[in-house]
């Protein structure tokens, strides 16, 4: 359909850094650049707000949300309160397949470029897909699908806060935190597992701060 289209040409473009944090985005532009009608664009950028990565603002239209807005700091608050447990859970509960998925994950991850000459200077896609798929992997073994779309949701509404933060903590060793989270989960320490993944997610907080 049209509307997934322009959808995912939106989503992309504000994930690259093309709209920066803050900017407007108006239908009519957004609609008379990609040639569709206002109702296209406006259904797109409804999903994006329910996405949490548009902001609909009273009587101004839409708008990329501010990296400095709370929002951001409470979805991470949840993240660090949520995530912890499920990982546990996770440890205690997951089989040899889900041992399998989390190294598979990591693997992938570890290997895939976070940066591409042409996306940006943000995560490329590929690197945020693999990011994704670990994170998640790290938690299926839970068992909990509700648990598991509270993830979901909750990775998406912060998606695109975490791709801003890439920049703002270049010091950082991701690949080594992610490195410890598989060792810790694969080694069965639930305890040091928990404790990695909440440092994990606190270090992304402090960078938007």
Not at 76 to 92: C, F, G, I, K, N
Not at 106 to 132: I, N
Not at 188 to 193: L, M, N, V
């Amino acid at each position: 359909m049209l509307s997934e289209q322009v959808h995912a040409q939106l989503r992309a473009a504000i994930m690259r850094g093309e709209h920066s944090p803050g900017d407007a985005l108006k239908p009519q532009e957004l609609a008379r650049e990609r040639g569709v009608s206002l109702a296209v664009v406006r259904e797109a950028l409804v999903r994006l707000v329910g996405e949490g990565l548009a902001d609909r603002l009273p009587n101004r239209g839409f708008a990329v949300p501010a990296h400095s807005d709370r929002r951001w700091q409470e979805i991470a608050e949840a993240r660090r309160t949520v995530e912890p447990v499920v990982l546990r859970l996770s440890v205690e509960r997951g089989d040899l397949e889900w041992e399998a998925r989390v190294r598979a994950a990591h693997h992938r991850l570890a290997r895939t470029p976070a940066f591409v000459p042409g996306e940006g200077e943000h995560y490329s896609d590929a690197w945020a897909e693999a990011h994704r798929v670990f994170h998640r992997a790290l938690l299926e073994g839970c068992g909990n699908p509700v648990l598991l779309e509270t993830f979901d949701r909750m990775w998406t509404a912060s998606e695109l806060a975490r791709r801003w933060s890439s920049r703002r903590a270049p010091g950082r060793d991701g690949a080594g935190e992610h490195r410890l989270l598989e060792r810790a989960a694969l080694a069965r320490d639930a305890d040091t597992a928990a404790e990695v993944l909440a440092r994990h997610l606190a270090r992304t907080a402090a960078a938007l701060a």
